[in-house]
């Protein structure tokens, strides 16, 4: 493609012997140095990247300027290795596409897709596999605040020595300077023959030098894409023509296209240019800057500064007199440069062997710039950046760093960037100047930058005299122009200097202006740059932080000499050939110095010996060059002395552990394995609260003498107090012994009473009276592998209702720690003794969480816990929703039960233990060490009573009353491995509150006995308020295995009247039994049975004489009635005999009926299921009462064929 834009117009004097010159250049493939842009904005579109404000000076003050970056394009940094392959996959997943490609194939530029904001592509591109970095493309700024019109021409040289720097060194024609900036006026005479011309390109529209560039002969413009790197003119359209209003005639100059004539007047009204307002001073007077006028002048001022030709009787003088100045254009005429073209003008001075590098611009702080930068360092370049001209520090926080200046590397260890602030002729930090409180030597020295006198740009196009094309200009770009003509000047002077050494020269050779900056200290750099210096032979820098000090960890008869190396040894910068080392009993006889010995450069340390112990030396060491020896100030006195410490304990030597068996407040120590030296003095023993490495500035709590005695027991430890402990070792060396305090602690150990509990062998529903030092289950119980422990806990917030969790399944689970008031399901096959170390409850009470369901919880206190009190609002408390209640009054609120169910190893039973003191027949207290269930129906806290603090007025005695009114009855279900004991029927006048306690979650192979009154839930207890007439009450037994034998038993019976009647009935079998009469009942569930059903009926009991009568027999064709009536409720025995008296048929046994007419029914068979022959039997009715007595009656039945 052709580009149309403006083209490099050459004269006589840059074209030499070049016959003409194409009016077009050509732009080349993304794959070269340059990349091809599509077309050209200016100004380009841009949009704001972040917050940050970017401070420039203008005639009213500083303003601010938003983080600005060119819209529809960002720069991207590939991974090393990168294949193509996976470029094409991050184009197609982000819509981006190539816009250029750099020089390192690493570094894109992409074109975003229409709509795609810049900051979001960053955040996606970030995010990508193969993008080291992403970041917008910004705009940097141009540096340049107002300058002084009243003030002298070019002062700097005279500031930092150029005149004598020039008797040492004027420059090298091989020294090429890039001047990244807005441009050069290649046609000024004071610059015309200092411009680079490239040997390889000839202007023929061709690459000749394949360097991606097109006619390159002299440099590049970098915002056009084309070969004329000169500023464009003032009119914004690149003609070199303008005046600031389009018309070629500025303020009557006539058109001439000069900024200013000797007639132009300086109005009021004229424009003011936001980066240097003031205008410029020319040798004819202020120019009034119209817009952009100053930047258009800025890179031609730098260049002048830095090599404007010298004794051409034309004009001011250069630092460089003979360097070459290849200028390379990023600043467009009307906006902002783009941080795109300043990375590909720093590589095109790169690739092109650039020796010095001036950076002409500034702006919020990208890392894109890093790598080129360090790549540019690499090849051989020195880089040099203004400091901003922001009246702040920049520190540490990346927030307060710019671009390009703070691009030193990736880690800060190397310095590739010389970072330049400014100065005033009185050598003080210009008000405009940024200051440096990093720790990175961002800014690395200062130089003049206040009204620099220098070139301007001319308009030879009208054939106007360049008489008018100087003039002054301020900021610290033009500080950083200083340095970089004395770094020409240096590389020029030392061509076999690299960048590190180049600026080691600028800084070792630069003026310390501490003394007249004293509130900037240690921000300015190395100080003001000093051209002559900065060329001399100086000597080199002494070395620093000389120290002389025993040897340690010796036997004595050493002494340390160590020192920091000179500031010119290393680091690129190697003028020095070594070091020496001298000694002297008198630092202030200088004959009387002797030395010890040469030490290679690179090397900061010496050891002198053999010297006489406690003799006092002093010492001082020199640093050499090629042609100087340099002094340190004297060091001492130092002493030799036997500083050898005894070892110290090792990790792992020392233990420590809390003495068991004991009622606490002791810790023992033992380091047996420790063997000490020879010169043993003592062991020294140390405790804090808190770990510790070093015992320096502590006292020990003991000392021990004994070299063989490595045990000691700490008797003065507070219980539940964590400690850490060391142990050191002294010898016995004079005149102090030797010992090393840094340590090895153990802990936290901490003292506590060691309690021992016991189980038998079985199955246990314990809790731990102690907050146990270790939490965990396993090492309580000693348990070698969490299969080991075979423990569970309910947890009520698990399926449908809870669950166990099992420690060999969740040895990690927060819900099994021990923690006071948990209770855990514990089984063990032989007997268990644990030693339970932890602190009991001193005072206080414990509070619980509880969750909806079942909770297992445990006795958290060294003895029985009460649960009954006298006074309902004492015990147990319940908080919910910010208030506190009884356990009664929650209860009767609904928010959880007021009893709860231990369990009984030695019965395999739960045990009802009730806080109502009515409840006689309910266990009162929790024991200790014992867990137990309580439902909760809402989160709340359970705290539990501290029976240490409850008086023994106020637990509930129990006071058993039995009469009409007040009596129950125990009803026991039993399995051969399990029994279901505490289940209560009766009569009390609180029978609603005493009924319906529910049962607790089943265990493996349990049983369970339910009782209920007619439309009453379920329960282990249930009460009527009275007894009238018959009631009944129906029984459930459930067993956790179908198909097991079980046996329902009444232990008591003494406390139901005696006027009543007790019957049990068989649901399913239709059986009877008088529970009077019968201690228990026994079935065998079947195999597909849970559960068997029951009524329990007690009623009023005949007073007339036990009497059977009216027995009649009626047979039918297959069965027989047999009627009968009793005079009172008897167990009643219903047999048929033949006639020889022979039993045939038992149809009732111990059946309890009812007085009145009963009728039992024969199925005329035996018993073993045959039918019997016709003939004559006899029908037998016995009856037993309650009270021993028996009746009988006989009858006879025929049966036919």
């Not at 080691?504 to 003001?528: C, F, H, V, W």
């Amino acid at each position: 493609m052709i580009n149309s834009g403006r083209m490099l117009k050459l004269d006589a004097g840059i074209c030499g012997t070049l016959v003409c010159f194409l009016a077009v250049a050509l732009f080349v493939g993304t794959i070269g140095l340059q990349a091809v842009r599509a077309e050209t904005v200016r100004p380009w579109d841009t949009e704001l990247v972040s917050g940050r404000l970017i401070p420039l000076a203008t005639a009213e003050g500083t303003v601010m300027r938003p983080d600005l970056a060119v819209s529809g394009q960002v720069l991207v940094r590939l991974y090393p290795g990168t294949s193509q392959r996976q470029v094409d996959q991050m184009l197609a997943a982000t819509g981006t596409s190539i816009q250029t490609t750099y020089p390192d194939g690493q570094l894109l530029l992409l074109k975003l897709s229409p709509g795609q904001s810049v900051a979001g592509a960053v955040r996606v591109l970030s995010g990508r596999p193969e993008v080291a970095m992403a970041s917008p493309d910004r705009l940097m700024y141009p540096l340049a605040v107002p300058s002084d019109p009243l003030y002298g021409m070019q002062w700097h040289h005279l500031s930092i020595q150029t005149p004598e720097a020039w008797d040492l060194q004027t420059g090298s024609p091989s020294t090429v300077v890039a001047v990244i900036d807005n441009g050069v006026d290649l046609n000024h005479p004071d610059l015309a023959d200092r411009i680079w011309r490239n040997p390889r390109e000839n202007v023929n529209g061709r690459d000749d030098d394949g360097n991606g560039y097109v006619d390159d002969v002299v440099g590049w413009n970098f915002v056009e894409g084309n070969n004329d790197p000169q500023p464009a003119g003032l009119d914004g359209e690149g003609n070199g023509e303008g005046n600031g209003e389009g018309n070629g005639e500025q303020n009557g100059d006539e058109g001439d296209g000069d900024p200013v004539g000797p007639t132009d007047p300086v109005g009021p009204t004229d424009p003011i240019d936001p980066i240097d307002p003031a205008g410029v001073r020319t040798s004819q007077g202020i120019m009034p800057t119209p817009q952009s006028e100053a930047s258009v002048h800025h890179g031609t001022h730098a260049a002048g500064i830095i090599a404007a030709r010298a004794n051409n009787g034309v004009g001011v003088a250069g630092i460089n007199w003979n360097c070459q100045i290849m200028p390379l254009k990023v600043v467009p005429a009307e906006g902002d440069p783009r941080t795109s073209d300043c990375l590909a003008a720093i590589q095109y001075a790169t690739v092109m062997g650039a020796d010095i590098i001036y950076l002409g611009f500034f702006g919020a702080y990208s890392a894109q710039y890093t790598p080129v930068i360090a790549a540019a360092v690499e090849a051989g370049a020195t880089v040099i950046a203004p400091a901003p001209n922001v009246r702040a520090a920049i520190t540490n926080d990346p927030r307060s760093w710019w671009s390009p200046i703070c691009n030193d590397g990736d880690s800060f260890a190397d310095n590739n960037v010389i970072g330049v602030g400014g100065t005033d002729s009185d050598d003080r930090v210009a008000s405009f100047s940024a200051r440096d409180d990093s720790a990175f030597d961002f800014i690395d020295l200062m130089a003049p930058a206040v009204n620099i006198y220098s070139t301007l740009c001319g308009n030879h196009e009208a054939g106007e005299p360049y008489a008018a094309a100087y003039g002054t200009q301020t900021g610290n770009s033009f500080a950083a122009a200083v340095v970089t003509g004395v770094a020409s000047l240096v590389a020029a002077h030392f061509p076999e200097y690299g960048p590190a050494q180049i600026m080691g020269q600028l800084k070792m050779g630069a003026t310390n202006i501490d003394e007249m900056n004293p509130s900037y200290a240690g921000q300015i750099g190395a100080g003001r740059v000093n051209a002559y210096d900065s060329l001399r032979d100086l000597p080199p820098r002494l070395p620093r932080a000389v120290q002389a000090y025993d040897t340690p960890n010796d036997d004595g008869g050493s002494i340390t000499v160590e020192w920091s190396l000179s500031e010119d040894d290393g680091d690129g910068f190697d003028d020095v050939v070594g070091y020496s080392v001298q000694r002297s009993d008198d630092p202030e006889d200088e004959a009387g110095w002797v030395t010890l010995a040469d030490v290679e450069a690179g090397i900061g340390t010496y050891v002198d010996t053999p010297v006489e112990d406690h003799r006092p030396y002093y010492y001082r060491v020199s640093v050499s060059d090629q042609s100087t020896e340099v002094f340190s100030e004297a060091v001492g006195p130092a002493m030799a002395r036997d500083d050898t410490p005894p070892p110290a304990l090792e990790e792992g030597q020392l233990v420590a552990r809390d003495v068991i068996d004991t009622d606490g407040g002791a810790i023992s120590l033992g380091w047996s394995s420790y063997n000490p030296p020879s010169d043993f003095g003592l062991y020294r023993i140390w405790r804090a609260d808190e770990p510790f490495t070093s015992v320096a500035g502590m006292e020990p709590i003991a000392t021990i003498a004994g070299a063989t005695i490595r045990q000691y027991t700490d008797n003065t430890a507070v219980n539940g107090k964590p400690y850490y402990y060391a142990v050191s070792v002294r010898d016995t060396a004079l005149p102090e012994p030797n010992e090393i305090t840094q340590v090895v602690c153990v802990g936290p150990v901490i003292a506590s009473p060691n309690l021992p509990i016991s189980f038998g062998a079985g199955l246990h529903m314990i809790a731990l009276p102690a907050s146990a030092i270790s939490k965990d289950m396993a090492d309580i119980f000693g348990a070698a592998e969490p299969s080991d422990l075979r423990l569970a806990r309910w947890n009520p917030t698990l399926g449908d209702g809870g669950q166990y969790v099992v420690y060999s399944d969740a040895p990690a689970s927060s819900f099994l720690r021990q923690e006071l008031g948990r209770g855990f399901w514990y089984r063990t096959s032989v007997s268990k003794t644990i030693s339970l170390a932890g602190m009991p409850v001193a005072e206080g009470n414990i509070r619980v969480p509880l969750r909806p369901g079942w909770n297992q919880l445990g006795n958290p206190y060294i003895s029985d816990m009460p649960m009954a009190y006298a006074d309902a609002d004492s015990g147990a408390k319940v908080h919910i929703l910010g208030r506190t209640y009884s356990l009664r009054e929650a209860a009767d609120r609904g928010y959880v039960r007021d009893y709860v169910w231990r369990y009984d190893p030695l019965t395999n039973s739960y045990r009802l233990i009730s806080s109502d003191p009515t409840a006689t027949w309910a266990e009162q207290q929790v024991p200790r060490n014992a867990g137990f269930f309580v439902l909760a129906f809402q989160d709340a806290e359970l705290e539990l009573p501290n029976p240490a603090e409850v008086s023994s007025a106020s637990v509930a005695v129990p006071t058993t009353v039995v009469d009409d009114n007040h009596w129950a009855v125990r009803l026991v279900a039993r399995t051969d491995n399990a029994a279901d004991l505490d289940n209560f029927i009766g009569v009390h006048p609180q029978a609603e509150r005493l009924s319906g306690v529910a049962s607790p979650p089943l265990l493996e192979g349990s049983v369970d006995l339910t009782v209920a009154t007619g439309g009453g839930n379920p329960g282990a207890t249930a009460f009527v308020q009275s007894l009238e007439g018959v009631q009944s009450w129906q029984v459930c037994v459930t067993c956790a295995e179908p198909g097991r034998a079980v046996e329902l038993s009444w232990p008591d019976l003494t406390q139901v009247p005696a006027d009543r009647r007790v019957t049990l009935r068989d649901l399913q079998t239709g059986r009877s039994v008088n529970m009077r009469t019968t201690a228990g009942y026994s079935f065998r569930l079947a195999d597909d049975q849970a559960g068997r059903q029951f009524e329990l009926v007690v009623a009023q009991r005949g007073v007339a004489a036990l009497a059977v009568t009216g027995l009649q027999v009626a047979a039918g064709a297959d069965v027989s009635q047999i009627a009968f009536t009793l005079s009172q409720d008897a167990a009643v025995e219903v047999q048929v005999l033949n006639i020889a008296g022979r039993a045939v048929r038992t149809v009732a046994a111990d059946s309890v009926m009812s007085a009145g007419a009963n009728i039992a029914t024969w199925n005329q068979r035996s018993d073993s299921g045959a039918r019997v022959p016709a003939g004559r039997y006899l029908v037998t009715v016995t009856a037993r009462g309650e009270d021993g007595s028996v009746a009988r009656a006989v009858s006879t039945v025929s049966l036919g064929q």
